[in-house]
């Protein structure tokens, strides 16, 4: 192996060019494991992506905020939210973990990234200042072609959010979880987006079943459609017919919490 080059860049601009050769450094909490496979790092400390702004109606979180500051920030953000967090990982991961990690790293089995889904969060990149869909960037985040810096990311606060996991300890990953956020529309209404989680590469938009309740459908037709979602969920963790049968449970339970 040979020697691994750390750079401590000052700018974003800077921060783009190394990006060529290099790796981001936030929290080192999933590059470590790769560190032999990887030749320079790239300290982001000094960009200070570590902000947190909680507004009326809109959240924005730096990249670098760790997880462990957004569990402390649970009477500003949304507590379900800030309970993903603590769900994610241990604390002595969460005192080094950051966000913008997790959106790059994290797989199916990730509370944050369902609940993230759930609140139609945007992932604010450079060079550009860039603003996509976090579904979007998940899709697509292994096959980019040219590195793109994450430098926030970016929601509206919903009316109301709940986030509800099964696993086989209390402080396991999620076999099964599911997000829910109300969010306010025009003219007082409301619409509802539901993040589902548990399985797989990265956790899933319920868009049909969005859809199904905007057009009034009942919540054991729902209920369906969530089971539908994970019908082929099955790996070394859970069969397809348990997950489905807690996803169908857990949507019909959290979309009446949300809508009560």
């Known amino acids: 192996m040979g020697s691994l080059n750390y750079h401590r860049p000052k700018t974003i601009k800077e921060t783009l060019a190394l990006m060529e050769k290099g790796v981001p450094l936030a929290g080192g909490t999933a590059l470590t494991p790769q560190r032999y496979d990887v030749a320079a790092v790239i300290d982001l400390q000094d960009l200070k992506l570590d902000e947190l702004k909680v ?85 697509k985040r292994d096959g980019r072609r040219k590195p793109r810096l994450i430098v926030a990311l970016e929601m509206m606060r919903p009316k109301r959010m709940v986030y509800e996991q099964v696993s086989r300890s209390p402080a396991d990953r999620p076999l099964v979880c599911l997000a829910v956020a109300e969010h306010l529309a025009s003219k007082g209404k409301s619409h509802v987006i539901a993040a589902l989680g548990g399985y797989g590469e990265r956790p899933i938009r319920l868009t049909k079943m969005e859809e199904a309740l905007e057009k009034g459908a009942s919540l054991a037709e729902a209920a369906v459609l969530a089971r539908k979602a994970y019908s082929d969920a099955g790996d070394a963790f859970a069969s397809a017919a348990y997950r489905a049968e807690i996803a169908g449970v857990l949507a019909r339970r959290l979309f009446t919490e949300v809508k009560g």
């Open 55 to 139: 507004g009326k109606s809109k959240i924005r979180i730096g990249a670098t905020v760790k997880l462990q500051a957004l569990l402390k920030a649970q009477e500003e953000i949304p507590q379900a939210l800030a309970h993903t967090c603590r769900q994610e990982a241990a604390l002595n991961i969460r005192n080094a973990a950051t966000i913008g990690g997790a959106v790059m790293t994290g797989d199916g089995r990730s509370p944050l990234l369902t609940a993230l889904l759930s609140l139609d969060a945007s992932v604010i990149t450079e060079p550009g200042n860039n603003s996509e869909p976090l579904e979007k960037m998940l899709e």
